[in-house]
């Protein structure tokens, strides 16, 4: 079994280095997987994403309020926004807001609500740290990946046609069940293969827009030196696989990122604008 196993191992090492060598990536094939998205949830149409959105975003914002900062808010919607202008659906209602938290955190609100919490902010250096991570939560939204585990969870709980009814009848106790449980599912997080999809995209988007492409896996090495034993980043190593999991699942992008690696990272307009 073991020997299996190291030869399993040394498959996907080989794999990996075949990936690392790939002489000319480009990236905007990748970007057009990107594009290629969105089909699968077919019972929930856009307005009703970006309704139920809505819904989840206020429950989250009453656990914890935005900072009382419009310049640093003003700064992080205008991040935020030219990232999501280089994807398919850059119409979406975009907004994002930093959580007045010292928790370590980031969340995707389906409908293009992101939420980053001051905890966050604070540990990042420069301004392409922060592109990395808000391209990883516009991932999430681009791909549905919360709006599909909703809608799967709530599929499973709540019995009958009572999900159409969640979706129509917007005051009612079925639509009230299911925002509970897209707010609950913040606590339990998504699948890993969402969150390594969210970094690899993630990674891509923040290189069209122009930054230096090792943002992503500069941050996770932040949060990979950080003590599991922090309570500021429990819920953070709770739904998300462990930052060395996630560095490790980069490594065939190392080809992506090198290309993209010596593009600004505005440090000094980072702090300018984020610094308080
Ligand atoms: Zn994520």
Known sequence: ????????????AATAHAQFRMPNFDINKMVDTV????????????????????????????????????RLQRYVNQVGRWL???????????QFGVLDSPNVNAFAVPGGTIFITRGLLERMRNEAEL??????????????????????????????????MA????????????????????????????????????I?????AGYDAYGLPSVLQTLQAMSAQDSAIAL??????????RLAALEAMQPTL?????????????RAQARR
């Open 1 to 12: 079994m073991k020997t299996l196993l190291l030869f399993a191992a040394l498959a996907f």
């Open 35 to 70: 594009k290629n998205v969105g089909k699968a949830v077919k019972e929930i149409d856009e307005p009703e994403e970006i309704a139920i959105g809505k819904d989840v975003a206020s429950r989250l914002l009453g656990a914890a309020p935005l900072v009382a900062d419009a």
């Open 84 to 94: 999501a202008v280089q994807t398919e659906r850059p119409d979406l209602p975009w």
């Open 131 to 164: 592109a990395g991570v808000l391209g990883h939560e516009i991932v999430h939204v681009l791909r549905k990946h919360h709006l599909k585990a909703i809608q799967k969870g709530a599929q499973s709980s709540l019995a009958g046609d009572a999900m159409s």
């Open 167 to 202: 979706l129509k009848d917007r005051a009612g106790p079925a639509r009230d069940k299911l925002i509970a449980f897209g707010t609950e599912m913040y606590s339990r997080g998504l699948d890993k293969g969402d969150e390594l999809e969210a970094d690899r995209l993630g």
């Open 204 to 208: 891509v988007i923040a290189a069209r």
């Open 236 to 245: 953070m190593f709770k739904t998300h696989p462990a930052p060395g999991e």
């Open 258 to 270: 090198d290309a993209y690696a010596s593009r600004p990272q505005l440090a000094d307009r980072f």
